[in-house]
């Protein structure tokens, strides 16, 4: 029990569906990531959250649109996705921004895009 | 470019074994290095390092940080079939309002019985 969870745990989409992946945490953080494990390349940070604002997205493409509604919840809404964004999807936490505390990870979410 | 390079990239080794999993970093601002395990989902936190030549010890695992040569070993002794995993090593860095990690490509450890 890691105290991030993250659902669904598997997701399989068209390109022209529209999904949302949704990631909580109960470790009263205020900081929250979406990570992206392709197969043999390392992670990738896509978004983080402090405090409930925006603070980097990495250049990532506008079909992966964010939401954070609270400090303890996260979204990651896709649509008209493409087969090679499929991959793992790591939502993280940490305590406080900016301060160098350890990331805690969700279960992941594995998608697969046809 | 900021970058961290794990070696070897996979290993297969007997169960009691000893294996030293090496990670390597160009950071700016760097603040720690952090180990994780990752068998099937998520990583597992097992480390963070912030200080040169100070162990850290959990059991059979036990990791160090040199920050003079931008490098950290983990260490495992009497390796275990359990211990098969990908373990990765992420660097946290200051990047503007929060920190952030990159990481490393891993390192798949197989245990053989």
């Known amino acids: 029990e890691t105290g991030v969870t993250q659902t669904p745990r598997h997701l399989v989409m068209g390109m022209t569906n529209k999904k949302s992946l949704k990631c909580e945490q109960h470790?009263?953080?205020?900081?929250m990531y979406w990570y992206k494990q392709s197969a043999k390349k390392p992670l990738e940070l896509m978004f983080v959250?402090?405090?409930?604002?925006?603070?980097e997205n990495n250049s990532v493409p506008s079909r992966f649109s964010p939401e954070c509604p609270n400090s303890s919840h996260l979204f990651l809404h896709l649509h008209t996705l493409q087969p090679e964004d499929s991959a793992l999807y790591l939502c993280?936490?940490?305590?406080?921004?900016?301060?160098?505390?350890?990331?805690?990870f969700g279960p992941g979410t594995r998608l697969t895009v046809l | 470019e900021d970058k961290v390079v794990q070696s070897p990239l996979s290993l297969v080794v007997h169960e009691g074994d000893t294996v030293t999993l090496n990670c390597s970093y160009e950071?700016?601002?760097?603040?720690?290095l952090l180990w994780y395990k990752q068998e099937k989902k998520a990583p597992t936190f097992l480390f963070m390092l912030?200080?040169?030549?100070i162990e850290k010890k959990s059991g059979r695992l036990s990791s160090i940080l040199d920050k003079k040569e931008l490098f950290s070993i983990l260490n495992i002794t009497a390796t275990q079939t359990g211990d098969s995993a990908v373990y990765l090593c992420?660097?946290?860095?200051?990047?503007?309002?929060?920190?952030?990690?990159?990481f490393g490509t891993g390192t798949l450890l197989a245990v053989q019985p």
């Open positions: 993280a936490s940490s305590q406080r921004p900016g301060t160098g505390d350890t990331q805690y």
């Open positions: 470790l009263g953080h205020n900081a």
């Open positions: 959250y402090s405090l409930e604002e925006r603070v």
């Open positions: 950071v700016t601002n760097f603040r720690s």
């Open positions: 912030t200080s040169s030549g």
């Open positions: 992420a660097v946290d860095y200051y990047g503007g309002a929060t920190n952030k990690l990159i």
